[in-house]
């Protein structure tokens, strides 16, 4: 497949492809498209910021099309976050436009009443985050006995978050016969045993090397003193254009440091754990619409931050893991553009820094912090010596000052840095 029109697919469909710019599929859609419209179960694993969304949303959509009318869910899409959850909502919204398919977003931190409201008012399609979905399930509140697909978005990340148990229930809720979409970044061994066990005959799609940054992003590292970071990051800000996407380990650290740097006159916001679905989705969308230029995230975030353009990705804290790099970094880049990715590591995080080159066959550009910023670090404090004492006079003819003459009631000699 060469291009959009080659498909067979509704007048509606093309003509909404057409009105958002889709005209030439991605290495992953070109692949995975064809077979998932066939009615074939797909296993693809791709880089972050390829079009995976689209890839299992198109011929989902199409697919409901092509059967008859019926009451009920015909469709789930599972997703690790409530922001990723949002953004396909937002992207089905786009590409089912004048079908008449309808989805509804199931997740936590959004009122539930709305949701089983859209459901019963025929939602065809459910986008959800496995927790609430299973809990309504649990309730009896939504039937997944007449699904015919399931999608499940990002499926590394779901199991790294600890949804394998839910996620396996929601499975069995489901008919076996189903048409099962299995995206993921990465296929590790408990990816590999869910595969194994819940996609037979899959079609395997991969593109690409998923274990390493894409191309077009450019890998700075900078070893920095703690205290010197903040100071490099508003260097950049102020020397470099574009937005910035800044990543810190944890929620304390991403709330202190998109303070911080509010107070220094950049437009920033932060994500993470603590924020509420309302000041998440405010932050986000603030952020897409270019209203706050930087965005602090901890790694929780990362998967739901899907946002065209970003410029540079800054790894202000190391990630957890070294896979966790690569979801970050792929958060530049995408769609062929170029991006810049920084690390600040400190000479305390060297081997982790080293563990993450070596276990992602990467290799970071070395960068110098400004001079203004981190000190030349060859140069060492002066050390005089001195007599040490239990009580130091200063010499009557010396004056206050940095350099001073002591005078000591013994003669043993210390060492002293002034």
Not at 142 to 148: E, F, I, K, N, P
Not at 212 to 239: A, C, G, N, W
């Amino acid at each position: 497949m060469k291009s959009f029109s080659d498909l067979t697919l509704s007048p509606v469909l093309q003509t909404n492809l057409r009105k958002n710019g889709f005209i030439e599929p991605t290495p992953v859609q070109a692949l995975a498209i064809e077979p998932a419209l066939a009615g074939r179960n797909v296993v693809a694993t791709a880089q972050t910021g390829t079009g995976k969304t689209l890839a299992f949303v198109l011929p989902l959509v199409q697919s409901l099309l092509n059967e008859p009318a019926t009451k009920g869910v015909r469709a789930v899409i599972l997703s690790p976050t409530r922001e990723l959850a949002i953004q396909i909502h937002e992207a089905f919204g786009q590409i089912a436009h004048g079908t008449g398919v309808r989805a509804a977003i199931v997740v936590g931190g959004l009122g539930e009443n709305p949701q089983l409201q859209s459901i019963r008012k025929g939602a065809q399609v459910i986008v959800a985050t496995p927790g609430r979905l299973y809990d309504f399930l649990s309730r009896q509140l939504v039937s997944l006995a007449g699904v015919r697909v399931l999608v499940l978005d990002e499926a590394d990340r779901m199991l790294d978050m600890g949804f394998l148990p839910t996620i396996k229930r929601i499975m069995a809720a489901t008919p076996e016969g189903r048409q099962t979409l299995f995206y993921s970044a990465t296929i590790e061994s408990s990816v590999k045993h869910l595969v194994e066990t819940h996609v037979p005959n899959a079609v395997r799609v991969e593109v690409g090397c998923i274990t390493s940054p894409v191309e077009q992003v450019d890998l700075r590292l900078y070893e920095i003193d703690q205290d010197h970071k903040l100071p490099l990051l508003e260097s950049m800000l102020e020397t470099e254009t574009g937005s910035f996407l800044v990543f810190a380990r944890t929620k304390h650290g991403a709330e202190r440091l998109a303070k911080r740097l509010s107070l220094a006159g950049f437009k920033t916001a932060a994500i993470h754990g603590d924020r509420s679905q309302s000041q998440r989705n405010q932050a986000l969308k603030g952020f897409q619409d270019g209203y706050y230029r930087v965005l602090v995230a901890t790694d929780v975030a990362a998967r739901g931050i899907h946002v065209e353009g970003i410029s540079h990705v800054v790894n202000y804290d190391l990630p957890q893991v070294p896979e966790d790099f690569i979801h970050r970094v792929g958060r530049t880049g995408r769609a062929g553009a170029r991006g810049t990715a920084s690390t600040f590591g400190t000479r305390m995080e060297r081997s982790e820094i080293s563990k993450i080159e070596r276990t992602l066959s990467i290799r970071m550009t070395r960068h110098l912090a400004p001079r203004e910023i981190a000190g030349d670090r060859q140069t060492m404090a002066p050390v005089v010596e001195i007599a040490a004492a239990m009580r130091f006079e200063r010499h009557p003819q010396q004056q206050a000052g940095p350099k001073m003459v002591f005078r000591s009631r013994n003669r043993r000699t210390v060492r002293r840095a002034i």
